[in-house]
C-alpha cells in the first residue's frame, strides 16, 4: 500500500499569516495514464471534508486562490496564504493512483 | 447543485449486516465512479470501497479490511450507490461517506454512522 506521511501533525496560524504542509507518499504517484491523482482536502469541525486540490495543483471549483498545490512524484505541499477563521480544521492529503487509495493522517491547523 | 445524501446507518451488535445507501442527484450520476469512505471515530479518513460505470462493467474495489464482507453496487436507474455490510465487526463503527469523483473525491455526502457493538 502506498503510506501517505503528512507534517506536520499540527500548526498554529495567527489569521493572515502563511502556512505549508508536506505530504510525502512512499512511492510515486504518477499513474500510467500520465496524471498524478493526489489531492488535499479540508474537513472542518463537525463537517464532511471537502476537496480542495486535485491532480497536485489544480483548485477545486469555488474553492480560493489562497490555497495551491505544488509537487511531482513523492513530496507535495499545500500553502495557505493570509489565512482566515473559516480555514481552521484538518487537512489532508490523499492518493487516487493505486489501489488502495490512502489518505495521509492529517494535520490540524489551529489559530496561535 | 450536487447532492449526496446516506441513510441507512444505526446501531447493530458483531457479525450482523447492515446495508448504507446513498442517493444522488444534480449531477450524471451514470458516468460517475462512486466510493464509501469511512472515519472511525476520532481518526482520519479510510477509503472503502469504488465502484466503477456500465462502460466499465460496474467494476468493484476494496481495501483489504472489508474484502469479503462489505459489497457495493449501484441502480444507475435511480441513481443511488449502496455498501451491503456482512459479518461487521467493532472496528467497522465509524462514519460512512458516499462520495463522487475521478482520481480525487470530489463530491460528499453528510455522512451515515454505524455503530457495532455487543
Known amino acids: 500500500d502506498v503510506v501517505m506521511t503528512q507534517t506536520p501533525v499540527s500548526l498554529s496560524v495567527s489569521l493572515g499569516g502563511q502556512v505549508s504542509i508536506s505530504c510525502r507518499s512512499s512511492?510515486?504517484?504518477?499513474?500510467?495514464?500520465?496524471?498524478?491523482?493526489l489531492s488535499w482536502y479540508l474537513q472542518k469541525p463537525g463537517q464532511s471534508p471537502q476537496l480542495l486540490i486535485y491532480?497536485?495543483?489544480n483548485r477545486f471549483s469555488g474553492i480560493s486562490d489562497r490555497f495551491s498545490g505544488s509537487g511531482s512524484g513523492t513530496d507535495f505541499t499545500l500553502k495557505i496564504s493570509r489565512v482566515e477563521p473559516d480555514d481552521l480544521g484538518v487537512y489532508y492529503c490523499g492518493q487516487g493512483t493505486q489501489y488502495p487509495y490512502t489518505f495521509g493522517a492529517g494535520t490540524k491547523l489551529e489559530l496561535k | 447543485a450536487v447532492q449526496l445524501v446516506e441513510s441507512g446507518g444505526g446501531l447493530v451488535q458483531p457479525k450482523e449486516s447492515l446495508k448504507i445507501s446513498c442517493a444522488a442527484s444534480?449531477?450524471?450520476?451514470?458516468?460517475?465512479?462512486m466510493y464509501w469512505v469511512r472515519q472511525a471515530p476520532g481518526k482520519g479518513l479510510e477509503w472503502v470501497a469504488r465502484i466503477r460505470t456500465k462502460p466499465n462493467n460496474y467494476a468493484t474495489y476494496y481495501a483489504d479490511s472489508v474484502k469479503g464482507r462489505f459489497t457495493i453496487s449501484r441502480d444507475d436507474s435511480k441513481s443511488m450507490v449502496y455498501l451491503q455490510m456482512d459479518n461487521l465487526k467493532t472496528e467497522d463503527t465509524a462514519m460512512y461517506y458516499c462520495?463522487?469523483?475521478?482520481?480525487?473525491?470530489?463530491?460528499w455526502g453528510q455522512g451515515v454512522m454505524v455503530t457495532v457493538s455487543s
Open positions: 444534480g449531477f450524471t450520476f451514470s458516468n460517475a465512479a
Open positions: 491532480k497536485v495543483s
Open positions: 462520495t463522487a469523483g475521478s482520481g480525487s473525491f470530489d463530491y
Open positions: 512511492q510515486s504517484l504518477v499513474h500510467n495514464n500520465g496524471n498524478t491523482y
